[in-house]
């Protein structure tokens, strides 16, 4: 690309750094910036060098978090006995916007994946089985991918956490509401008539 | 979306004011900025920032430039009596990317459109004219993309010039190079038939 402003090449480059924005978005987006009176421009400046120096994790749960410990973990209203382990932090807000949860999270930031040489020291593991075994903790529930390696994950957290007095469930897995049985991966369908649930406990 | 920070959430709103990116997108990018350790942030955010505040448009020809006159404009080694005339900056780069054309630009900054309520006045003409009538140009290229909107402002523009002593020619129009003729809309194969060049002149 031949850029008639270095400012507005440097603008470019650094937004084409983002994860799926190539070149061309990156130039219609600043060149929309550009037109739009500096204002947008200066608000995500803003925001951003606000999201380099102030954002922080929540001690207790990993999630981002303004303070030392986050909203969640903090309020009162919340059951503290009842954890959900997530990958990330996207799991937690997906979860919140589901308004069916009213425990406290545990994200994991990553799961184990020996292909991608993550280990169990790699991610949220330790923290969570030392709030287990400081007793704080009656319920974990599993919101992990089922995936073959969030399944490793949830074994080896499992395996970890035996001996201590914590009821462990992971989140049901079958069809979706509204897909079509058809559609349905063989996997999904086949596991989701194996581990059927009585008619009267839905 | 339920956020567990407030800077997060600012970052995500002001991400997702861009165009085609939408809440998940800007909450993806936001994520992925602060597993990147801040560099990135801090880089984009300082781009931005300066683009607010250092960007400048050419008093020549309207592109986007650090300077008041252009690198383009300023140049020696181009012929600035050979005028392309585009419609947006993005017109400028695509036709230097092809290293094609040794003339200077004009900047139209948009083509009249009456539905869009988009009239001469709202666009770069008056100071194309004032360019033309001043004796520095010999020939006017017009770049400008073939639609209604596109053929209604070269007509505009050669109405208010054809007293003046300036070459005026158009990009050419036909079928794509690479292109398969089955696949051509019906009026660009019409129309590349209708306007068919003398084989040796290629």
Known sequence: MNFTSKVLEEAVESLASLPSIGKKSALRLALHLINDNNEKS??????????????????????????????????????????CV???IRDVMAIEDTGQFNGVYHV????????????????????????IKSGAVNELIMAISP?????????????????????ISTIAR????????????????????ATRIPFNNR
């Open 42 to 83: 200066i608000r995500i400046s803003k925001a951003l060098d606000k999201l380099s120096s102030e954002i922080t994790y929540c001690k207790q749960c990993h999630s981002v978090s303004d303070d030392e410990i986050c909203k969640i973990c903090a309020s009162h209203s919340r059951n503290p006995k009842v954890v």
């Open 147 to 167: 995936t073959i390696e969030g399944d490793t994950t949830i074994y080896y957290i499992n395996k970890k956490i035996e001996k201590e007095d914590v009821v």
């Open 174 to 193: 079958g069809v979706s509401f509204g897909g079509e049985l058809e559609y349905a991966d063989e996997l999904t369908l086949g596991r989701s008539i």
């Open 108 to 131: 994991l930031g990553g799961i184990i994946s020996p292909i991608e040489g993550i280990g169990p020291e790699d991610i949220n593991i330790e923290t969570l089985i030392n709030r």
């Open 86 to 88: 997530v990958e990330s």
